[in-house]
DNA sequence: ATTAACGGTGCAACCGGTTGTACAACCATG
DNA sequence: CATGGTTGTACAACCGGTTGCACCGTTAAT
């Protein structure tokens, strides 16, 4: 047989149970210091008998919050899914937010429909607050949710956007992780450095070329520094050019893991061995790293802190907390290939 | 200078911008067929002035309705990203969703820590209905759904399972897959196959298998098939394996793509051409199969199709449709393996 | 002319909680 | 015994919508 539909139990129910006012009921149960221990006690009982859950629905009405943080994805689903740069910083997200009573729903922000629901779900006051991860794009929400005064951390540096005193800010220290990736070749003896990087407009790559400069300095020489695609096969096509062109180096920095297993790929092909005669350092410390031969020596994004650390900011927020500017540092991961 | 919070305006406001009652107002938004087309406008047109729109928990209390769907998931965030079988799932999902006002929410229920967090957003009646993705473990939660009434989906068949009374399903009918794998085979003339599967007891293993079996007989004898596991490396090995028991196939029917791919290297290492000699088949239409050498052909399973179908009923059950049981059709995708 | 029917609107209750404030009961104090 | 201060509880309003029902004015029917 179908089991109908119980109708869930309300405060209403409890307190008559308990034989006190609702008001009384809701007052033991969110332990209000102003209710006698003895009622207090009661009232459990009474809830615990009939089964009593708050309703969410009301809850919320009632106290101004959904317990819902939203989270901003631009990316569609599938690539945001098969990236684990996104995977490990969402699971940063619910690990935090597991703990406390709030939920995250991914929002899909990439077309301008879905930007639109999306600032509807904000107008209907959907959201408590809400964490973009990829506030480059899609400025136009960045303007409702701040007229909306919705609670919200950006991930990723916005340089010289208009709202840093409205949101707060959560990012990787791209600079420093160029430094230490450049740092690492310069201990290394390295002296003619050879940058395949990603797409030159990246904000990362911007920051990350100017911490490897701050280093290296003229051993990094403009014609050295090459910009590409993030993928295995930009790294391969990158270095045949590269050794096409007879350039001479022993030491290249890599804009990403993938680009790194390209680059030592082609050297490999060439006869040229990865760390004897080149040096190689990827960057994010993605999976296929570790699995590389050589293993690869690359720098550490400390993404699902970093996921961790906006959700955190944002409950805060949410309960009144000034926006903030927070800084995660980069860690150079030693392996094999430098 | 910060920007405060407005207080968004509320329906009062509107009635008394337009000069009508709250109801009024409340019936002239929603169409009601009770209000004149001319009191209708008016309201329209304050609402539009004042910047109206209806505030999503005040309407969820009022309703009885969220308008948020829960999506249950076992695996581990990563590893739920990493499968490509899942974001086609959930992109369908989403899809479907995006064109109605409700809203996804992931949520994970793979420890016992998690489950119960779960049980317990499903009895504060966070949620207007759920969408099980892989209902075969944590029944627990599933007799909690049917306990609470929550109108719930599951994906892929549970055989035999006390819930379809209560529950909506949606599957692909992994049968009539092998069948159709099956079919190609023959067609193509080959008789003497070998079946490389996943798990023995994987519902789909099973099913599939007793589709090859409807069609092929005799041709497919029981030494002739294999379980092993799902991965590249499981099918080379199992195909080497054979080679060294020196079975003579001209077919091989393998449990998934990427099966299949360790089953054409292990053929190419031996110098046996694939489809010449040999023919083989996947299954899922996983990415790989299109890139693969010689592209595979495969048995698509309409993943997404899935998604939205699974989406769309949930939906239906909100609205008070009795549980229905949904079987989505495979579909051969000729390629050149075969 | 009286009444029935009907379209349009407003009042008030309701959804299920939380919370400001009034009040009753109790104690200790002058 | 009156007064004042606690302490514990209940009443009622409120959050922001939706909806049953009563009521009004108009028109059509008897």
């Known amino acids: 047989m179908t089991q109908p539909a119980r109708t869930a139990p309300t405060l209403a129910e409890v307190a008559e149970a308990a034989g006190v006012s609702r008001s009384t009921a809701s007052r033991a149960l969110n332990d209000s210091p102003r209710i006698s221990e003895e009622t207090k006690k009661r009232v459990r009982a009474a809830a615990k008998k009939v089964n009593f859950v708050p309703n969410a629905r009301g809850r919320a009405l009632a106290v101004g919050r959904t317990e819902i943080i939203a989270v901003l994805v631009t990316e569609p689903l599938s690539e945001l899914f098969s990236?684990?740069?996104?995977?490990?910083?969402?699971?940063?997200?619910?690990?935090?937010?597991?703990?406390?009573?709030?939920?995250?729903?991914?929002?899909?922000?990439?077309s301008s429909h879905?930007?639109?629901?999306?600032?509807?779900?904000?107008?209907?006051?959907?959201?408590?607050?809400a964490i973009d991860v990829s506030p480059y794009k899609g400025s136009e929400l960045l303007e409702v949710l701040r007229e909306l005064g919705v609670p919200t951390v950006l991930c990723g540096q916005l340089e010289g956007h208009p709202y840093r005193d409205v949101?707060?800010?959560v990012y990787s220290d791209d600079e420093e992780g160029g430094r230490f990736a450049a740092l690492a070749m310069k201990d290394r003896g390295r002296k003619d450095i050879v940058a395949v990087l990603g797409p030159q407009d990246n904000p990362a790559v911007i920051d990350r070329l100017r911490g490897y400069r701050a280093i290296l300095g003229e051993s990094l020489p403009d014609e050295n520094v090459i910009y590409t695609g993030w993928s295995s096969g930009d790294g391969y096509q990158a270095t045949r050019r590269l050794l096409a062109r007879e350039i001479h180096a022993d030491g290249v920095l890599c804009g990403s893991d993938r680009i790194a297993t390209g680059v030592i790929a082609a050297f490999n092909e060439a006869g040229i061995s990865?760390?004897?005669?080149?040096?190689?350092?990827?960057?994010?410390d993605h999976e296929?790293?570790?699995?590389?031969?050589?293993?690869?020596t690359t720098i550490r994004q400390p993404l699902r802190e970093e996921g961790r650390m906006a959700a955190g900011i944002a409950l805060d927020m949410i309960n009144g907390a000034v926006p903030t500017t927070t800084v995660m540092h980069m860690?150079?991961?030693?392996?094999?290939s430098l």
């Open 331 to 336: 860690q150079l991961v030693q392996r094999d």
């Open 114 to 129: 879905e930007r639109n629901r999306a600032r509807e779900h904000f107008e209907r006051r959907s959201f408590d607050a």
């Open 83 to 110: 990236d684990p740069t996104y995977s490990e910083f969402l699971s940063g997200i619910t690990e935090e937010l597991s703990e406390s009573s709030y939920l995250p729903v991914i929002l899909q922000a990439s």
């Open 167 to 169: 949101f707060s800010t």
């Open 274 to 284: 990865v760390p004897k005669d080149v040096s190689v350092v990827g960057f994010d």
């Open 288 to 296: 296929v790293a570790a699995r590389s031969v050589p293993a690869l």
